[in-house]
């Protein structure tokens, strides 16, 4: 198994980017599938972007492409993986916190059953 664990949040002006880390850290780490999602207040859980463990990228919400991304940095060893994810041009509608998932061999598609989710990091954008 695995520790998540996000950080990067915090309070941002409108039109400001930010970069969320979700670091997962255990054996074969970097064989996980690793997802972004966020819980607006009042509102659902929602899929961001996927991770998988051979390096594809799954967007759950095509309206966001462009301004957020993501990127893998693996390291040098196995027990640890961290997932970036940038947002850039950040909108009222971007309050949310922000959830890391990581799943043994999963896939972007799955519903994450069997997955380990950080705490959350929380950010709230002003205007």
């Known amino acids: 198994q695995v520790q998540v664990v996000e950080s990067g949040g915090g309070l941002v002006q409108t039109g400001g980017s930010r970069r969320l880390s979700c670091t997962a850290s255990?054996?074969?780490?970097?064989?996980?599938?690793m997802a972004w999602f966020r819980r607006g207040p009042g509102k659902e859980r929602e899929g961001l972007l996927c991770?998988?463990?051979?390096?594809?990228?799954?967007?759950?919400?095509?309206t966001l492409r462009g301004r957020f991304t993501i990127s893998r940095d693996n390291g040098n060893d196995n027990a640890k993986s961290t997932l970036y994810l940038q947002i850039d041009n950040l909108q009222h509608d971007d309050t949310a916190m922000y959830y890391c998932?990581?799943?043994?061999?999963?896939?972007?598609?799955?519903?994450?059953?069997?997955?380990?989710w950080g705490e959350g990091t929380q950010v709230a954008v002003s205007s």
């Open positions: 998932v990581a799943e043994w061999l999963g896939e972007c598609s799955g519903r994450w059953n069997g997955a380990f």
């Open positions: 255990g054996r074969h780490a970097n064989r996980y599938t």
């Open positions: 991770s998988d463990r051979n390096g594809g990228i799954t967007a759950y919400n095509d």
